[in-house]
């Protein structure tokens, strides 16, 4: 059973331009969550999708955009990149039914450095 | 809103000694609560969470942690700690919603066990 997965895991990018992250769910999963975690600091969660809407945001500015697809496979976007955008980007998948266990399985991350 | 304060961002401890991260939480809301584990260049694994009833919560590599709603606190301790438990530990909150369960953390408290 596949677990999360996410390309690329590293990525460079120069100030100004734009960036598409992916992710892949685990298998039965229905939901997708991203979180950028800045370097020692704690995972903030950007946006998260459901039936390829978003359905919760951050306080993130619009520039931070994404998708989902009907396999469940999400996109983060991120346009006119800043310096501060360098980070860790997490995301993490969960079944919207199973709203007891709560529970997000994280992918291993993306780090994109913007120079 | 949410937050959650992890007091202390590190902790040195030598091999087979006790040891104690600590989480506080605020909320107006009932929350549910999760310890995660973040080895170097990984993503995040889910080390135990409480969601109700026992307030003591335990995982299988012996970390345990419990719920204390009158001190808002979530602490998590191991009796005997290994040199392979050294890691960056996350407590997070999540407000039950249906299928949507953001994960809001703390800034992470680095776990050095040493020989």
């Known amino acids: 059973d596949a677990g999360v997965t996410q390309s690329p895991t590293h990525l460079i990018k120069t100030r100004g331009q734009q960036v598409t992250l992916r992710c892949s769910p685990k298998?039965?999963?229905?939901?997708v969550s991203w979180y950028q975690q800045a370097l020692g600091q704690g995972p903030q969660f950007i946006f998260q999708?459901?039936?390829?809407?978003?359905?919760q945001r951050g306080n993130f500015p619009d520039r931070f955009s994404g998708h989902q697809f009907p396999n469940y496979s999400s996109e983060l976007n991120v346009n006119a990149l800043l310096l501060g955008d360098s980070a860790l980007y997490l995301c993490?998948?969960?079944?919207?039914?199973?709203?007891?266990?709560?529970?997000?399985?994280f992918g291993p991350g993306t780090r994109l450095t913007v120079t | 809103a949410q937050s959650v304060t992890q007091l202390d961002s590190q902790v040195p401890v030598f091999e087979e000694a006790p040891v104690e991260l600590r989480c506080n939480y605020s909320?107006?809301?009932?929350?549910?609560l999760f310890w995660y584990v973040q080895y170097p260049n990984q993503g995040l694994q889910l080390l135990l969470k409480?969601?109700?009833?026992?307030?003591l919560v335990e995982s299988i590599n012996g970390f345990e942690a419990e719920f204390n709603k009158s001190q808002t606190s979530f602490h998590l301790r191991k009796p005997s700690v290994h040199i392979s438990d050294t890691a960056e530990y996350f407590c997070?909150?999540?407000?039950?919603?249906?299928?949507?369960?953001?994960?809001?953390f703390g800034a992470g408290t680095r776990l050095a066990v040493h020989p």
């Open positions: 997070a909150v999540s407000v039950p919603r249906g299928g949507y369960n953001k994960l809001i």
């Open positions: 999708y459901y039936e390829e809407e978003e359905r």
């Open positions: 409480y969601l109700s009833g026992s307030t």
């Open positions: 993490a998948s969960s079944l919207a039914a199973a709203t007891l266990s709560n529970e997000q399985y």
């Open positions: 909320s107006s809301v009932s929350v549910y």
């Open positions: 298998s039965g999963h229905d939901t």
